[in-house]
């Protein structure tokens, strides 16, 4: 009987938790996070913070470009609020400007994966165009909670 009740409850927990998960808020926030972090490498191996790894270059583009795949879908109408969310209202006034942002760090980040930089000079000429994308696309679709 106990084993039955704790599955149950198990179960009903990761149902939750999936539900939870499918809202696009949490997702677009996962996927951001994802990219935060990666950034977090770029940023300091531009400064010279950390020394410069080809191989963590590449995985760290490689990440932010996964989190191009499908985000779109992840500001559906009725997603604008919730969850702590930091999506400006004009990702859905202006969806086609919105829509070219993305596209373009999809192409920045996937440039910058198959350019495979093995030196600094290189690894600093892509770093620039991804982290350009990346600030205009804060300045103009994100609503920052400070």
């Known amino acids: 009987m106990k084993n039955a009740l704790a599955l149950a409850l198990a179960t009903l927990f ?19 996070k994802s990219v935060g972090q ?5 940023a300091k191996t531009a400064k ?9 270059v590449e ?31 004009n990702i859905w006034s202006d969806r086609p400007g919105f829509e070219k942002a993305v596209k373009q760090f999809d192409t920045d ?12 000079a290189a ?3 892509e770093f620039g165009k991804v982290a350009q994308n990346c600030k205009t696309c804060h300045e103009t679709y994100r609503v920052s909670k400070k």
Request: glycine share 6%.
């Open 109 to 120: 980040t996937a440039n910058a994966v198959a350019a495979a930089p093995q030196d600094i």
């Open 59 to 89: 995985e760290a583009f490689a990440a932010m470009n996964t989190a191009t795949v499908n985000f779109i879908d992840k500001f559906p109408e009725g997603s604008e609020t919730g969850h702590e969310t930091e999506a400006s209202p």
């Open 48 to 56: 010279g913070e950390i020394d410069y790894d080809a191989v963590a």
């Open 123 to 125: 690894f600093r000429a």
């Open 14 to 32: 990761l149902s939750g938790q999936a539900a939870l998960a499918a809202e696009p808020q949490v997702e677009r926030q996962q996927a951001m």
């Open 38 to 42: 990666a950034m977090g490498t770029l």
